[in-house]
């Protein structure tokens, strides 16, 4: 298994850059089931950003991208259970999916609840206002 940053998930998807493109396809297309990709959850959380902010992705299109690296069988995903349910609370809200990420994960680590300051977090991603 051998772990991959952000860059090189997003030249994959992007192909804005040639030639790191061809080298993100190149490793991309050499993992296998056997011998597969990690995607931490750092990366998954810096990978939707980077896609929403710098390469405008839709919501829809973020929605697919994460389906599709859930659903590969040449890819780790650090808590992927955790992931998928903070998909699907994003795709279910208006909530950022960074929100629902660290929602989940703190639902999983067994948290009463996530307090935050952001109210978008706090009534679309189910988290608990601080006041």
């Not at 991959?4 to 061809?22: C, K």
């Amino acid at each position: 298994m051998i772990g991959l940053d952000t860059n090189i998930v997003v030249r994959y998807l992007t192909h804005d850059d040639a030639a790191q493109a061809a080298a993100a396809v190149r490793v991309m297309d050499s993992l296998s089931q056997n011998s597969p990709g990690f995607l931490s959850l750092i990366v998954i959380a810096e990978l939707v950003w980077v896609l929403e902010v710098s390469y405008r992705f839709k919501k829809s299109e973020i929605e697919h991208v994460l389906e599709t690296l859930l659903r590969s069988k040449e890819l780790v995903i650090e808590q992927a259970e955790v992931v998928a349910q903070a998909l699907r609370k994003f795709s279910d809200s208006r909530a950022d999916f960074v929100d629902c990420l660290i929602e989940r994960c703190g639902h999983a680590a067994g948290c009463q609840h996530t307090v935050t300051f952001d109210q978008n977090a706090a009534s679309a991603a189910g988290m608990k206002l601080l006041r």
